[in-house]
């Protein structure tokens, strides 16, 4: 009797987590799924009482609109595909440079185990202040380098924002390896790079993969530097969308939807071929020896 009591409040307290899981993930997943709705919803559907959940008369046109620009019923429209190619272009080569420094930093850390505070603070300066307080500063220091709206100066920004957590994910993914790795490499006559690069690197892949994906993510939604140090001749996705609005017509759902699908998909793709690394890489370290 007491066993089959046990059974049952077992059963119970999983069926009530299943319910809860099932819950949060409906919650996080609403916005997708409003976003890609709309994505697809003639105008007359954007704002409607009661909503539309799911579009009555299905169209392409918001996709046609962001993709070829034109004369549309919504209004008029440029293509947002010069900005979506640059968003994917500053992304991926700042996100390669991020992660190469802080593989190459954090190989240091880890490797002479230097934990000290302030080596640790030094790193985290530039994610110690909010970005806007930053904002004016950067564009007179920018302005006098030239490389106000040029893609070369928002690439030197997204790099320097994004290597703290470049340095100190890879770091922490380093740190979980034993250090018998290193002190066998050493025997077998290897130089740092070489150890890096032959027995590092191989280990702790799953963590890049996922370093590499959360910098893509943080670089591909930045708003703020893309506004003040671009957005007159290179625009960006978040630029592009948020200029999607009219005092005249209002606010233009539909395409801003289209393109915020579009601007996912690269990282829908990536996390889709890099799923495996990603399980591995947000549990890793969880046990330690």
């Not at 009482?49 to 429209?77: A, E, H, K």
């Not at 420094?101 to 080596?119: Q, T």
């Not at 709206?149 to 390896?177: A, E, N, R, W």
């Amino acid at each position: 009797m007491r066993r089959a009591n046990l059974i049952a409040k077992n059963n119970l307290s999983r069926c009530i987590a299943t319910i809860v899981l099932y819950a949060i993930t409906a919650i996080i997943i609403f916005p997708i799924f409003w976003m890609l709705m709309t994505s697809f919803k003639p105008s007359a559907e954007w704002v409607t009482y009661p909503p539309t959940w799911i579009p009555q008369n299905w169209t392409l046109n918001n996709y046609s609109s962001v993709i070829f620009g034109g004369n549309t019923s919504q209004g008029m429209f440029e293509s947002s595909m010069g900005p979506y190619l640059n968003t994917f272009l500053i992304s991926v080569i700042a996100t390669v440079i991020g992660v190469s420094i802080g593989l190459l930093a954090a190989f240091g850390l880890s490797r002479f185990r230097d934990n000290k505070v302030s080596s640790m603070i030094s790193f985290m300066m530039p994610r110690m202040f909010p970005p806007i307080a930053m904002i004016i500063p950067m564009m007179i220091f920018f302005q006098f380098l030239h490389l106000i709206d040029t893609y070369f100066g928002l690439m030197i920004v997204y790099v320097g924002f994004t290597l703290p957590y470049s340095i100190f994910m890879i770091k922490g993914f380093m740190d979980g390896l034993p250090i018998e790795l290193s002190e066998a490499a050493e025997l077998d006559g290897m130089s740092n790079f070489k150890m890096l690069f032959k027995v590092w690197i191989p280990n702790i892949k799953n963590g890049l993969m996922t370093t590499t994906l959360f910098l893509f993510v943080l670089n591909c939604q930045e708003y703020i530097f893309a506004t003040t140090l671009a957005g007159r001749q290179i625009e960006t996705v978040t630029i592009s969308i948020a200029k999607m609005f009219s005092n005249q017509a209002g606010t233009f759902y539909g395409p801003q939807a289209a393109l915020g699908m579009m601007a996912a998909i690269p990282t829908i793709i990536f996390g889709i071929i890099i799923h495996k690394s990603l399980a591995y890489g947000f549990t890793f370290g969880a046990l330690k020896r």
